[in-house]
């Protein structure tokens, strides 16, 4: 399955950080993040909830870029 979702981020470089901990995320087969269009794409791993793993993508993103944000 694959969800677009709008994100707020300041910097590219914090767009980069925002999608290698996205990818490092339980139940995330791959995630893109644009910084020009302001999304998030994440295809999920076979049987993954995105309404159990998009928390702690937002978790993990909030680890490496406090001041970004996911609109789930």
């Given at each position: 399955m694959k969800k677009t979702y709008k994100i707020e981020v300041d910097?590219?470089?914090?767009?980069?950080?925002?999608e290698a901990a996205a990818n490092k995320t339980d139940g995330v087969k791959e995630a893109t993040v644009n910084y020009m269009t302001l999304k998030m794409k994440v295809e999920f791993e076979e049987?993954?909830?995105?309404?159990e793993v998009m928390p702690?993508?937002?978790?993990?993103c909030k680890k490496v870029e406090d001041e970004c944000e996911i609109f789930i």
């Open positions: 910097c590219a470089n914090c767009a980069n950080k925002m049987g993954a909830d995105p309404k702690q993508v937002l978790a993990n």
